[in-house]
């Protein structure tokens, strides 16, 4: 046996490796779906009396409040993952945020559909 077949540190399972994967590529997809549902309610009128600026419309204000909420939300998953790297929480981690990309992908479609408010 050789040194570098030795580990003093152990080694994750390959299938948390892959889970850990999937995570990650869940993350991207709500960041995309996020992205994509600021572009599609940019300067629209907003529902969401919480997003929306003093104009009643989805600005800066919105942008700032929904990057918030989406840092902590990565923030709190990363801080759960690094302290405990188990295949099972990545990949429940990865079907919530799948899940709320494909929500909020489908809100970006619709608002997509709304028209603008003219100037």
């Not at 992205?35 to 300067?43: A, C, T």
């Amino acid at each position: 046996m050789s040194a570098e077949e030795i580990s003093l540190t152990p080694q994750p399972a390959p299938r948390t490796i892959i889970n850990a994967r999937l995570w990650r590529t869940s993350v991207a997809a709500l960041s995309v779906a996020n992205v994509l549902d600021v572009h599609s309610s940019w300067n629209k009128h907003e529902l969401n009396s919480a997003l929306a600026g003093s104009s009643g419309n989805f600005g800066r204000e919105g942008i700032l409040i929904k990057a918030g909420f989406q840092g902590g939300l990565l923030a709190f998953e990363f801080l759960i993952t690094r302290g405990h790297p188990s295949g099972r929480l990545y990949r429940v981690l990865s079907f919530a945020n799948f899940g709320t990309a494909a929500a909020i992908g489908g809100v970006a479609a619709h608002n997509y559909t709304v028209a603008g408010v003219r100037q």
